[in-house]
Structures are given as structure tokens and as C-alpha cells.
């Protein structure tokens, strides 16, 4: 399944993530969840200033969080492709979450990157059941234990 991400970086923070390693996530994940065809959806890094005002914007809640997603409106097709939408996802908060250990910070950058893709495909954590059902699909796309698929401190998103 063709799958065409626009990534942009406008954090200060680089190095967080690879774009042929956000393919292979989204390509494993639209398989999983049975999406047809070619897709595209957009990427964007950027620090907590700014995800802060989507926050409050479509929120309506006060401060940073770690990502966000907001699914295109209807199935409209560009290029051929369906557009899902696009994901954010603030390094600033990533890296405050992480210490600072890169290494850690590319695999929560990797964790949120499916958890905003699921978002996009309808997916929701709202009651118990559908946080279960998140975090089960997030080790299994992403190839790790439950444990590290969702992180008890996260601000819900």
C-alpha cells in the first residue's frame, strides 16, 4: 500500500525521527487496520508554544501536549490518494517527557506517530476499552511490549 508522508520539522530539536522508519509504521499500521489504496497525511514537529494553541484552539485546553491529530474532513482524494490528515507532534514536550535521552525520545517520537495515525483512522481511548484496544494496536504495530505502548503520565490527547 503506496502511503506518502509530508514531514516538516519546526522544532529547534532534530534527529528525532526518519521518515522511511514513519513509512514503514503507517504502512504496517493502514494494513493492520485494513485501509485500501494510496494514502497521504502530513507530519508536522514543532515545539510546545505552538502545539499550546491548537490545544486551546480545538480543545479548548490550557497548554502543551504531546501530539495531535486532525483527520481530514471527508475522503477527498489528492492525487489519487486519500488524504487522512495530519498528525503533530511537539519535541519539546517529547524531550521534557524523555529526559533528553535521544534514544528514548525517538522511540516516544515513533509511539506517538501511531498513536496520531490511529486517531486519523477513528481510533479513540475516550473509556477503558478503547485505551485497551490503543494500546494493544500500538505494540503491535510497533513491535513492543504493552508496557512500552503507552506511558501513565501522558496527558490524554
Known amino acids: 500500500m503506496p502511503v506518502s508522508i509530508e514531514v516538516r520539522n519546526e522544532s529547534a530539536r532534530r534527529g528525532m525521527h526518519r521518515r522511511d522508519v514513519l513509512e514503514r509504521i503507517a504502512a504496517r499500521v493502514l494494513e493492520g487496520e485494513g485501509v485500501a489504496g494510496a494514502v497521504e497525511l502530513s507530519v508536522l514537529f514543532c515545539d510546545d508554544p505552538f502545539i499550546a494553541e491548537l490545544n486551546r484552539r480545538y480543545r479548548k485546553k490550557k497548554g502543551p501536549t504531546d501530539v495531535l491529530s486532525f483527520a481530514q474532513e471527508d475522503d477527498m482524494a489528492v492525487g489519487g490518494a486519500r488524504a487522512l490528515g495530519d498528525i503533530v507532534i511537539s519535541l519539546e514536550t517529547v524531550e521534557r ?17 501511531c498513536h496520531g495515525l490511529l486517531h486519523l483512522l477513528g481510533s479513540d481511548h475516550a473509556d477503558a476499552a478503547g485505551k485497551r484496544r490503543m494500546l494493544d494496536l500500538q505494540a503491535r504495530y510497533l513491535g513492543v511490549d504493552a508496557n512500552a505502548a503507552w506511558h501513565s503520565e501522558r496527558r490524554p490527547c
Not at 100 to 113: K, N, Q, S, T, Y
Open 97 to 113: 517527557f524523555c529526559d533528553g535521552e535521544p534514544a528514548r525520545m525517538r522511540a516516544e517520537v515513533r509511539l506517538l506517530f
